[in-house]
């Protein structure tokens, strides 16, 4: 069993720039690739981001290009989003994902964890 517990979210004028941490606990991520998620106000989850298993490689949706990215310390058994350029659009909350099934592929809707999520919300 692996518990994910998200951390990071806050309040931010638009522009600015907030870190999320995803802490794992329970069993290494460092064989799962692990998922960035965002569930905005009155909206279905969506992906944003997503990095495999030995870090080399990672996916973003197109609307974060650029601005987001997505990093992992095995070490520390903790992946991170840094969100540059925030906008009100990026309001949501932000969850966390690991997928061991499937560590080495390019994207899967098949995550085997979640996290409780942390709320990012961007001021206009």
């Known amino acids: 069993q692996v518990q994910l517990v998200e951390s990071g979210g806050g309040l931010v004028q638009a522009g600015g720039s907030l870190r999320l941490s995803c802490a794992a606990s329970?069993?290494?991520?460092?064989?799962?690739?692990m998922g960035w998620f965002r569930q905005g106000p009155g909206k279905e989850r969506e992906f944003a981001a997503r990095?495999?298993?030995?870090?080399?490689?990672?996916y973003y949706t197109d609307s974060v290009k650029g601005r987001f990215t997505i990093s992992r310390d095995n070490a520390k058994n903790t992946v991170y989003l840094q969100m540059n350029s925030l906008k009100p659009e990026d309001t949501a909350v932000y969850y966390c994902?690991?997928?061991?099934?499937?560590?080495?592929?390019?994207?899967?809707?098949?995550?085997?964890?979640w996290g409780q999520g942390t709320q990012v919300t961007v001021s206009s």
């Open positions: 994902a690991a997928d061991f099934r499937t560590p080495y592929s390019p994207q899967t809707s098949d995550y085997n964890y």
């Open positions: 329970g069993r290494t991520i460092s064989t799962a690739a």
């Open positions: 990095i495999i298993a030995s870090g080399r490689n990672t």
